[in-house]
């Protein structure tokens, strides 16, 4: 993320430096072809990965908070940069041409990460309830998540309240109970939806839900329960796709 800003790269770069390296973050200088596996993921290529993750994952992720705010910073810093050299008169047509690939760069990163927000919102009001009501969960959230998960789950009972709950006999008021072959009142995750896994690296053995142990291998992509790869995608060694 360190490194010359835009500006003194943009004026000392070579006459044929024609491309920008738009596989990488917009800051990291020319790009080097090198082996994906010996390859260093850049910041917007882990939040690539986490907002993947989240998308195929029933239940909420553990936030990325800090690297979240390492982009947004950066885009402030390139975006502050890109008007200063829009303001300059001295700016060449050239310098021009590299400030639009830099703001199409920046608004790649900044649909990424409204999506990424979106998608964790989704699921903190779909589980709002289920979320408040499971001190385990809260890690996972930040503090203005789980203030929204608490307040959003108490604006829903309240509407379910006025609108329903108070018209029916008092033994069914509650919205707590779990009738037996029914479906729960208070919506969870469903753990047991297949989801399509992708090694990084060797993992341990895991438990299928037929009782056999069964051991994934660097690049082999399964289709499993969520439920028997959720802790190997916590500790990083499974990516959901």
Same mark, same amino acid.
């Given at each position: ?5 835009? !500006?003194?790269?943009?004026r000392?770069?070579?006459d ?7 596989? $990488? ?14 390859? @260093? ?6 939040? !690539? ?5 989240e ?5 909420? #992720?553990?936030g990325?908070?800090? *690297? ?14 890109? @008007? #200063? ?12 041409f590299? !400030?639009? *690939? ?7 990163? +900044?649909?990424? =990460? ?8 989704? +699921? =903190?009001e +779909?589980?709002?309830?289920? !979320? ?7 890690? +996972? *959230?930040s503090?203005? @998540? ?10 829903? $009972?309240?509407?379910?309240?006025q609108?329903?709950?108070?018209? #029916?006999? @008092? ?10 072959? /029914?479906?729960? /009142? ?19 053995? /895991?438990? *299928?839900? $037929?009782?056999? /142990?069964?051991?994934?291998?660097k ?14 995608? #916590? ?7």
């Amino acid at each position: 993320m360190a490194g010359p800003s835009f !500006i003194d790269r943009a004026r000392s770069a070579a006459d044929d430096d024609d491309d920008f390296p738009i596989g $990488d973050f917009p800051g990291g200088g020319r790009q080097t072809i090198i082996p994906q596996d010996l390859a @260093e993921e850049t910041p917007f290529q882990q939040l !690539i990965r986490h907002w993947m993750n989240e998308r195929h994952a029933p239940d909420i #992720l553990p936030g990325q908070e800090m *690297l979240l705010g390492r982009l947004l910073d950066h885009i402030r810093k390139q975006s502050s940069d890109v @008007e #200063l050299l829009r303001a300059d008169p001295d700016s060449s047509e050239e310098e021009h041409f590299r !400030i639009m *690939l830099v703001q199409t760069e920046v608004e790649r990163v +900044k649909f990424v =990460i409204r999506s990424y927000i979106r998608t964790r919102l989704h +699921k =903190i009001e +779909k589980y709002a309830k289920y !979320i408040s009501a499971n001190p385990e969960i809260h890690e +996972k *959230l930040s503090k203005a @998540e789980l203030d929204h998960a608490r307040r959003y789950a108490r604006l829903v $009972d309240y509407h379910f309240n006025q609108s329903v709950l108070q018209s #029916l006999p @008092e033994q069914q008021r509650s919205s707590e109970e779990n009738v037996p072959f /029914m479906p729960p /009142m208070t919506a969870q995750p469903d753990k047991l939806r297949p989801v399509f896994a992708h090694a990084l690296q060797d993992c341990p053995p /895991m438990r *299928l839900p $037929d009782g056999t /142990m069964s051991e994934m291998q660097k690049g082999q992509i399964v289709l499993v329960p969520f439920y028997v790869v959720e802790q190997l995608l #916590l500790r990083g060694e499974v990516e959901l796709v």
